[in-house]
DNA sequence: TGCTTGAGCTCGCGA
DNA sequence: TCGCGAGGTCAAGCA
């Protein structure tokens, strides 16, 4: 924690906040507050308490004391500005940005607390069932598309863009494989262009399948007019898979042992 | 401030959290954690250091360094879970949730600071520029649409469904209204047939005019291709106009002491 | 309760 | 930089 005031006068307040609004640390202020937002659209919140967050993107959330979503924000935030009325003493918060033009202002009556906090987040969020997973799920497990598949290499370059995974079958033929979590119309002319391509390079007769979590009729049509070939991933396929791909990057010795402990 | 504690052992958290997180307070939690989610998707979330909100309808957020939106949530939950694993010294949170079934598990290893207060916030967020209040500013100054136009009924009843607005323009020709926020083909078709509706009953030339924010090339053809026009209404207007209805609700006689208290 | 539609959508990807 | 599509979309209105 970089700093915490309880109860400061806006005075104090404002000389926290114009040091730390504009560096890369989070801020909670607690404080009764009424808020004007205008720009895209216009609103104007009453005076109440709330928690007011700036993150270190300098995004802005005002939360009320319910409902999961802020009852005002600014996702990103050009330049802050801190100014006290002692007249009418209040603190005033104005957080601008450009493209789009808006302004949010926050009026400051009381303020309970500011805590100052440096978060360190280093790790993503890994939501399992995105295209990128199922990219790994199949080099990992490629049983999963079908039994007998063996990568021959992913990512692979080729004119039309890069192939997802380029695989053998168990027959030893070539497979082009493309991986979508929402196929469309247009994802069947890529297969069917990479497929188009590796026929030129390895002349032969070439596989194409596409993986996706789901299809419709009218594509999984558009797809088998052109001789190509669609296999469903179960989720729940994925995310087992994907289980041992967390897992083995800690290395093997220990793979037993991290398995166990979930 | 009901409870602020700084660097509190787990056992002490623990104590904290099973009391207020079950309350009508809000609770705000910074520490090191990592979080996995179970339910809809499935999501892993690293050890890190971040910010855990309970709301007082106890929504919970759990926030990184960026972004507006939470990295991962619990819009409402069913119930809390508090325990401590003394031996992996780990606070283990969970948040339940049926329909849909879901699970957030929030594993603290250090609690910076745990801050409980219970925010009082009467007033709404009022959004203008919604379609309704486009309606109420075109009652209020037609205006806004076109000089010289007159009001003649608003949610007039037809065949064809509730006519928005209904009006004369300043040489008496009967005009329908149609004011939507994001307009489609659909809400072209809509106002042709309202026209045509007003046709029969007062069997004469009427003109459709399309009141909106904004407008595409296509739709706007569209509507042109059927004798229609558009009125584009910018938002200051509206709003400007809007805060005229929002100060008449006070009654005429403060009007003006309201008004040059902004 | 389930479905549909809008959102100050936000966010990320690709052209 | 802009446009398009997905989202654990969420949330409100309505059948």
Redesign the interface.
């Known amino acids: ?1 970089k700093e ?1 005031l ?1 109860k400061p006068d806006l005075k104090r307040a404002k000389e926290a906040l114009e040091e730390y609004l504009i560096r890369d640390v ?1 801020v ?1 202020v ?1 404080g009764l507050c ?1 808020v004007n937002y ?1 720009g ?12 007011v ?1 700036k ?3 300098s ?1 802005l ?1 005002v ?6 979503q ?7 935030v050009d330049s802050y500005s801190v100014e006290v009325d002692e007249e009418n003493e209040e603190l005033l918060l104005e957080a601008r940005r450009k493209n789009p033009d808006e302004l949010v202002e926050i009026r400051f009556e009381e303020i ?2 500011v ?1 100052v ?7 993503d ?5 995105h295209e990128v997973d199922i990219h790994e799920s199949i080099e990992e497990e490629p049983g999963i598309v079908e039994e007998g598949l063996k990568v021959v290499e992913r990512e692979k370059e080729s004119p039309a863009g890069f192939i997802d995974v380029f695989a053998r079958d168990k027959d030893e033929n070539y497979t082009v494989i493309e991986v979508k979590r929402n196929p469309d119309y247009n994802t069947v002319l890529q297969l069917q262009r990479y497929v188009e391509e590796i026929e030129e390079e390895f002349s032969g007769e070439i596989r194409g399948i596409l993986v996706a979590p789901k299809m419709t009729e009218k594509i999984l049509d558009y797809l088998e007019e052109r001789g190509l070939e669609f296999v469903e991933v179960d989720m729940e396929d994925v ?1 087992a898979s994907y289980e041992g791909v ?1 897992n083995s990057q800690r290395g093997l010795s220990d793979f037993g042992a991290q398995y166990s402990e979930d």
């Open positions: 924690m915490l309880e989070t909670q607690n009424s205008k895209r659209a216009s609103s104007k919140l009453d005076r109440g308490e709330r928690l967050i993150k270190q993107d995004a959330l939360h009320g004391p319910e409902n999961y802020p009852k005002n924000w600014q996702p990103e309970e607390t805590i906090t440096q978060l360190v987040d280093k790790s969020l890994k939501i399992r069932g995310i967390d």
